[in-house]
């Protein structure tokens, strides 16, 4: 059977949940042929990162770029709503019809499914994260037939959302932590000062970086001396000026960040490189600083301090508190409602992420199974693999 692994985005950040177990399932599983679909030239290169050279012959590749002229008439448009990847699908979807599988990060791909009326191949998701907010339970998610999910937690809340059944689900760890065996944490700065990681997310209700991001940024600036910070925030948060959230209707204009903070020696401004997404920060940071990004679970990896900031639950009719936590991650340090609230909590930051440290250590078995000793890719793999058999009768 023909297994594609579909790469649409514009970003690389998706690449890593999913390129291992389409590796492992090539190397493994080679009555099956497995197919990368890509986007773009630079997302064959990031995947191709992950990749031995063995692997990049043993896999197929199917190249979904938009020709130039097209490309370019759509860039526009594509930093308001992803026009780009909705082309893509247009254009393509005659040539995935071919698969007997897609296997995607996302849903958009859904498009398709949705067009051929179940007249296709079966859709598989893996997330590309494993968090709290009302999207990852998307109602469009129902569509997909299978999906390859990174713990109980997440496993149970589709349940509950009514996405899809418990037999629709099978938990293989999160592919991502692959790649960290073995990784040791890696030094940025020229001291030995703390380092805080201050991670915002991208939508223009729910992030922090729009209205209390550079007083984060000042609190740090006028302590240079005493701790460091990596200012690395969502990918998506500097790909485009505007933000509009269709979910909650709100449109921004995205703050830049001063050039004062990108000079400060105890300050790195990353905004666009793959260590945004490669989990480098993450694994070597001290203590983290964020809003609703689930990138909170990669760093906590390893337990350690958290802080949140709450610009918004009373917005969205879910106003925050201790018994009743907007977000489950939100059980994993304190919840500031100002930059002010929060700075004044960061001198303390070992003994509060002391406090924390149970409550982290059971979400994070919870939200990323490690029951299985195999690595994630492995597991999903075997997943896959299994799905076909059943499918095949």
Not at 18 to 31: F, M, N, R, T, V
Not at 58 to 79: E, M, T, V
Not at 287 to 316: K, N
Request: charged content about 25%; hydrophobic content about 40%; overall charge negative.
């Amino acid at each position: 059977m023909k297994i594609c692994f579909l790469f649409n985005h514009d970003a690389a950040h998706q690449v890593a949940h999913s390129i291992g177990i389409a590796a492992c399932l090539a190397e493994q599983y080679p009555q099956h042929e497995t197919v990368i679909a890509f986007g773009s030239a630079a997302i064959r290169q990031e995947i191709e990162k992950h990749l031995t050279a063995e692997q990049v012959t043993r896999l197929s590749w199917h190249d979904l770029s938009l020709p130039s002229l097209a490309s370019g008439a759509l860039a526009p448009l594509n930093k308001l709503f992803p026009a780009r990847r909705l082309a893509r699908l247009f254009l393509g979807g005659t040539s995935l019809r071919q698969y007997d599988l897609i296997v995607s990060t996302e849903r958009t791909c859904l498009i398709l499914k949705r067009q051929w009326r179940d007249k296709g191949p079966k859709f598989v998701l893996v997330p590309h994260g494993a968090g709290d907010r009302a999207v990852t339970y998307h109602p469009a998610m129902k569509d997909f037939d299978l999906m390859l999910l990174s713990g109980a937690k997440v496993r149970d809340q589709m349940v509950a959302h009514d996405i899809v059944t418990a037999d629709q689900c099978r938990i293989i760890g999160y592919p991502k932590f692959d790649s960290l065996i073995g990784k040791a944490p890696e030094k940025f700065f020229d001291n030995d000062n703390p380092v805080f990681l201050y991670n915002p997310h991208f939508d223009p209700l729910l992030s922090s970086w729009y209205d209390d991001g550079e007083a984060i940024l000042e609190w740090f600036y006028q302590r240079i001396d005493q701790y460091n910070l990596i200012f690395a925030p969502h990918v998506m948060l500097f790909f485009k000026n505007t933000h509009i959230s269709a979910e909650y209707k709100k449109g921004r204009r995205r703050p830049d960040v001063a050039q004062k903070y990108r000079s400060a020696p105890n300050i790195l401004v990353d905004l666009e490189s793959p260590q945004l997404f490669d989990m480098s920060y993450t694994l070597s940071s001290d203590a983290y600083i964020g809003d609703v990004s689930s990138q909170v679970y990669e760093f906590l990896y390893h337990p350690r301090p958290c802080f949140f900031l709450d610009t918004h639950s009373a917005q969205i009719g879910k106003p925050h508190s201790p018994e009743k936590p907007t977000y489950e991650s939100w059980n994993l340090g304190p919840v500031a409602r100002s930059a002010q609230e929060l700075c004044l909590l960061l001198d303390d930051y070992k003994e509060i992420g002391l406090r924390y440290q149970a409550e982290q250590k059971r979400l994070m078995d919870y939200t990323a199974d490690r029951s299985d000793s195999r690595p994630a890719a492995e597991r999903g793999a075997e997943a896959i693999a299994d799905y076909l058999n059943f499918q095949a009768g």
